[in-house]
């Protein structure tokens, strides 16, 4: 009697696809990881990282297909993950966000040596100066791939940085030793998720590849704009409102002061911008006629009193040297008398001149 072909099929693959199938129906996120180029330590080490958060199943693509054509009877769009089973593949089952889950497995790369053949992940320059090597055969080496080396004082020198690769290169074997000599490991090695599926909807790899600082950049970008919109056209929210309130406060503020209103709101600025004027115009008159400002004005202003002009004095007249009275000599002999005290004579009234009588 000639057997089906389920009854053909081995047991062991019939486990494995049940269990592929229990475990789409229990967990919400599904998805295919790229584990190629992956050795085995670091994919056990990520899978216990993942303990608890997500379940990692590896098994042939031919059994992982077929279980996602059984469950997309009940959810078609499951069966457009069969489209990412390419290569060394694996089902991922999470809980997890599929954004937060690619995240989690960008985060967990390891650095690893270069191989001949792969492509450089970022830039690789080689700086300049003294270096841990042995002189040697080595110097020849670092010429050959273009590092300008020599030896000086027993150590080999790079004289330059050089630029050893660039983003995208492919890395010969010279170049891969070379590396391997400095400790530089320009691989990342690690998980990537080609697609996941969540509530009806399919995203690839490269949508989950988001750079997060650019992301909030822009969704701050965004909100700023929004809201110069919404306050430039007075539309009413509860980010604006107060926004609002205060810019119509200090418009009609504005308004007051330049009105000269004598609102209890602007009063302090009238009366300070008034004495602040008061100042200007004393400084300008005081500045051409110092006698016109008070002293209240002076000191308010910080300014000395104006000196009192001094009155010319007339010159003094010499006193004229008296005449020295003209004294006769003394005759010898003879004792000087002392002078009476000169009394003022009293004049002689004048007398007629007495007339002489006529003779007979």
Avoid at 53 to 68: G, H
Avoid at 208 to 225: G, M, N, R, T, Y
Avoid at 294 to 304: K, P
């Amino acid at each position: 009697m000639a057997t089906t072909k389920a009854e053909r099929v081995a047991p062991w693959k019939q486990e494995v696809v049940d269990e592929l199938l229990e475990l789409l129906g229990h967990y919400p996120v599904v998805g295919i990881l790229d584990i190629s180029e992956l050795p085995a330590l670091q994919f056990q080490q990520v899978r216990q990282k993942l303990r608890g958060e997500a379940e990692i199943i590896v098994s042939k693509n031919t059994l992982m297909l077929l279980a996602l054509k059984r469950v997309a009877e009940k959810d078609p769009k499951l069966s457009e993950l069969a489209n990412f089973l390419i290569g060394q593949s694996a089902l991922i089952f999470s809980k997890m966000n599929p954004f937060r889950l690619s995240k989690f497995l960008r985060d967990n790369r390891i650095s690893a040596p270069a191989k001949p053949g792969s492509k450089s992940l970022s830039d690789i320059i080689i700086p300049a100066g003294e270096t841990d090597f042995a002189p040697g055969p080595v110097v020849a080496e670092l010429q050959r791939v273009g590092i300008k080396a020599r030896i000086q004082a027993g150590k080999v020198v790079i004289l330059q940085d050089c630029p050893l690769l660039k983003e995208g290169d492919v890395i010969s074997k010279e170049i891969s030793d070379i590396l391997a000599k400095f400790g530089i490991m320009p691989l990342e090695l690690g998980m990537k998720l080609r697609a996941a599926y969540e509530d009806g909807m399919m995203v690839s790899g490269e949508v989950l590849e988001i750079d997060e600082k650019q992301v909030i950049a822009q969704f701050h970008e965004a909100s700023v704009s929004a809201l110069n919109l919404a306050l430039n056209v007075n539309y009413p929210t509860s980010m604006t409102i107060t926004l609002m309130i205060v810019k119509a406060s200090v418009s009609a503020q504005n308004l007051a002061l330049n009105a000269h209103l004598p609102v209890p709101q602007v009063m302090p600025v009238l009366l300070a911008r008034s004495r602040a004027e008061m100042l200007g115009l004393a400084v300008a008159v005081g500045t051409k006629d110092p006698h016109a400002l008070d002293e209240e004005l002076r000191t308010m202003l910080g300014v000395a009193p104006p000196a009192e002009p001094k009155l010319e004095e007339k010159p003094k007249e010499e006193p004229k040297p008296e005449k020295a009275e003209e004294t006769k000599p003394e005759k010898p002999g003879a004792e000087k008398a002392e002078a009476p005290e000169a009394k003022p004579e009293a004049k002689a009234e004048e007398k007629p001149p007495e007339e002489k009588p006529k003779e007979g």
